[in-house]
């Protein structure tokens, strides 16, 4: 069993950054593909961003490429996402979940484990 906690969620103005973060309980993390995904209010949830257990492939969906980056420090336990030059569309909840294996999925129908979820609202 893995639990996952997110944070770093808030308000941010058009064109600002945040960082969020999502720490993992449980043994050997590096075991475990994370992923990063969001729901709008009134759409389906989407992928944001992937990465394997080694940290080594990364997988980014095309409306954040460039702006966002994925990471995890498996010494930590922790997966990030680095989200800069911020939309109002970027405005959603947003989740981290893992996978019980290391290599990565871009769907989360593949994911096993899912945190709470943190509010990013992106204001004009």
């Known amino acids: 069993q893995v639990h996952l906690v997110e944070s770093g969620g808030g308000l941010v103005q058009a064109g600002g950054s945040l960082r969020l973060s999502c720490a993992a309980s449980?043994?050997?993390?590096?075991?475990?593909?994370m992923g990063w995904f969001r729901q709008a209010p009134g759409k389906e949830r989407e992928t944001v961003a992937a990465?394997?257990?080694?940290?080594?492939?990364?997988y980014y969906a095309d409306s954040v490429k460039g702006r966002f980056t994925i990471s995890r420090d498996n010494a930590k336990n922790t997966v990030y996402l680095q989200m800069n030059s911020l939309k109002r569309e970027d405005t959603a909840v947003y989740y981290c979940a893992a996978r019980q294996r290391p290599n990565l999925r871009g769907s989360g129908l593949w994911y096993d484990y899912w945190g709470q979820g943190t509010q990013v609202t992106v204001s004009s």
């Open positions: 990465i394997s257990g080694s940290g080594d492939s990364t």
């Open positions: 449980g043994r050997t993390f590096s075991n475990y593909a």
